[in-house]
């Protein structure tokens, strides 16, 4: 029994070591995992966040550049879970378009791309060409999501993070050493929670269209 134990702390000690040695790999919540109430992070940006009651209005979200606009038929509907699907939505058209330009300049060719709600990996590549990416990258700063598809595209090369894997990556991103430290401090953040509601005092704040 000490020795199952002892070979489950290795285990543990090692996949914690590998999370801060490949914060690109691992996600998840890490500490901090809260994020501040009507606010969301898209883009690397914390955006102001406005929820109306509109009855007459057909549910959505309205994006101005800095503010969320998110528009409800009744009290009882979900903000955040409107708010998640326009994040999924907007993560699935950018992250496709990107990693075809991206595909484009390194010269390599995948099959699908598929944005999921990802709890423990930011992305991943299988031996099939098939890229997976956790719809939470669209929150990150442009060049962190850019260098998770140079990331990805990188193992249609080299299916390891061997030496060579590196020198790819570095070709094509230099910095990548800072955005894997950025990986590393920032989980947090991107893996908070929503915190969006109606809140009719705020209504006058910024009128509906």
Known sequence: ?????????????????????????????????????????????????????????????????????????????????????WLHDKAAEV????????????????NNIVIKDQQTLWASCSAKKNINYTYRIIKMPEAIRDYLIVHELAHLVHMNHGAQYWQLVGQYCPDYKAHRRWLNENRGAVFAKLDLKYTPENEDATPAN
Not at 49 to 71: M, R
């Open 1 to 85: 029994m000490a020795d199952t134990d002892s070979v489950v702390s290795d285990v543990k000690l090692f996949i914690e070591r590998l999370k801060k040695e490949m914060p690109e790999v691992f996600g998840g919540p890490g500490e901090n995992a809260e994020t501040e109430s009507g606010k969301v992070l898209f883009q690397g940006k914390l955006c102001n966040a406005h929820v109306h009651l509109t009855p007459d209005q057909e549910e959505g979200i309205d994006f101005t550049g800095d503010t969320f606009n998110i528009y409800l038929q009744t009290q009882e509907a979900d903000p955040n879970a409107l708010m998640e699907k």
């Open 95 to 110: 992250l496709k378009a990107k990693t075809a330009e991206w595909a484009a300049k390194m010269g390599v060719e995948y």
